[in-house]
């Protein structure tokens, strides 16, 4: 069982910056584990955002890439994602999300799971 805690959302203007946090508790795989940030806007399915997995290697949703970045910090047991350049379509509410066990096939097909553990969500809201 893993728990995920998120927070750093917030309200910011066109062109913001955010930066969201998420720590986990519990037992994370050390090889072909991934974890990551999803959203989903009002009305709208949740997506897939930004993952990185256990060797560090990190995908995007081309949406936010050259925009956000996903880091984490193993000590820490604490994942991140740095939000620059922020549009109001970036509005949405934001989930930390953690494979429920290793997910050999890469972290780009993972985004595309519904599966997995799921923090309670942190808003995101960008206005023009």
């Known amino acids: 069982q893993v728990q995920l805690v998120e927070s750093g959302g917030g309200s910011v203007q066109t062109g913001g910056s955010l930066r969201l946090s998420c720590v986990a508790s519990?037992?994370?795989?050390?090889?072909?584990?991934?974890w990551g940030w999803f959203r989903q806007a009002p009305g709208k399915e949740r997506e897939g955002v930004a993952a990185i997995d256990s060797g560090g290697s990190t995908t995007y949703a081309g949406s936010v890439k050259g925009r956000f970045t996903i880091s984490k910090d193993n000590a820490k047991n604490t994942l991140y994602l740095e939000m620059n350049s922020l549009k109001p379509e970036d509005t949405a509410m934001y989930y930390c999300?953690?494979?429920?066990?290793?997910?050999?096939?890469?972290?780009?097909?993972?985004?595309?799971?519904?599966?997995?553990?799921w923090g309670q969500g942190t808003q995101v809201t960008v206005s023009s």
């Open positions: 999300a953690a494979a429920r066990g290793v997910w050999p096939s890469g972290c780009t097909s993972w985004l595309l799971s519904t599966s997995n553990y």
């Open positions: 519990g037992y994370l795989p050390s090889q072909y584990y991934c």
